[in-house]
């Protein structure tokens, strides 16, 4: 499924992927208030070539990529995936 967010990020992702226990854990953790488990998360949804895409979209001119950036971008590709958003 191509998927393009608010801010232009595009990526083709299996609509399966949400079908995984792992992702499941680790969207728990996520919302137990373990932010450390949204690379995890995203490693699962996205893929590492995928996600390092991601993390270039968001990096910032320092060089530093937000995690509020992430999640903004997470949340918009599980919303098209037909999955409630961690929020």
Same mark, same amino acid.
Request: glycine residues 8%; charged residues 30%.
């Given at each position: 499924?191509?998927? %393009?967010t &608010?801010?232009?990020?595009? !990526?083709?992702? +299996?609509? /399966?992927? %949400? *079908?995984? @226990? *792992?992702?499941?854990?680790a @969207?728990? =953790?996520?919302?137990? $208030?373990?932010?450390?488990?949204?690379?995890?998360? !995203?490693?699962? @949804?996205? $893929? &590492? =070539?995928?996600?390092a895409?991601?993390? +270039?979209?968001?990096? %910032?001119k320092d $060089?530093?990529?937000?995690?509020? +950036?992430v999640?903004? =971008?997470?949340? =918009?590709?599980m919303?098209?995936? $037909?999955?409630?958003a /961690?929020?």
């Open positions: 499924m191509q998927i %393009t &608010k801010s232009g990020f595009a !990526c083709d992702i +299996d609509p /399966k992927v %949400t *079908e995984n @226990m *792992e992702l499941v854990d @969207m728990a =953790e996520l919302q137990g $208030g373990d932010k450390l488990a949204y690379s995890r998360v !995203c490693l699962l @949804m996205l $893929g &590492k =070539e995928t996600r895409k991601l993390y +270039d979209h968001v990096r %910032t $060089g530093r990529v937000p995690p509020q +950036d999640d903004r =971008e997470l949340g =918009e590709i919303t098209a995936l $037909g999955q409630p /961690k929020n």
